[in-house]
């Protein structure tokens, strides 16, 4: 069984940053896309960023320019540097991993607080 571990969110004041990770555990065969979503109160859940087993990048447009994920393959981890934070990028944050012929499996969530 495959389990998603995450962490570093927490309190920030605005322009501040903070970076988060996702460890993957468990019986894991392959790993493809990883990504970050968000859900913050009374909003649906919005992706934030994904990557690919390359490299290849994507982002919402509102966190382009602020926000770098990475990964590092060999330890099944995802990475989500947030920097230049903002009131509005205050959610739960979720990481995302596709494992290949399984499925999709999703992160318990971690809050990020950005105070103005």
């Known amino acids: 069984q495959v389990q998603l571990v995450e962490s570093g969110g927490g309190l920030v004041q605005a322009g501040g940053s903070l970076r988060l990770s996702c460890a993957a555990s468990?019986?894991?065969?392959?790993?493809?896309?990883m990504g970050w979503y968000r859900q913050a109160p009374g909003k649906q859940r919005e992706l934030v960023a994904t990557?690919?087993?390359?490299?290849?990048?994507n982002y919402a447009d509102s966190v382009k320019g602020r926000f770098t994920i990475s990964r590092n393959n060999a330890k099944n981890t995802v990475y989500l540097q947030m920097n230049s934070l903002k009131p509005e990028d205050t959610a739960v944050y979720y990481c995302n991993v596709a494992l290949i012929g399984t499925g999709y499996l999703w992160g318990q969530g971690t809050q990020v607080t950005v105070s103005s």
């Open positions: 468990g019986s894991i065969f392959r790993i493809g896309v």
């Open positions: 990557i690919t087993g390359v490299g290849s990048t």
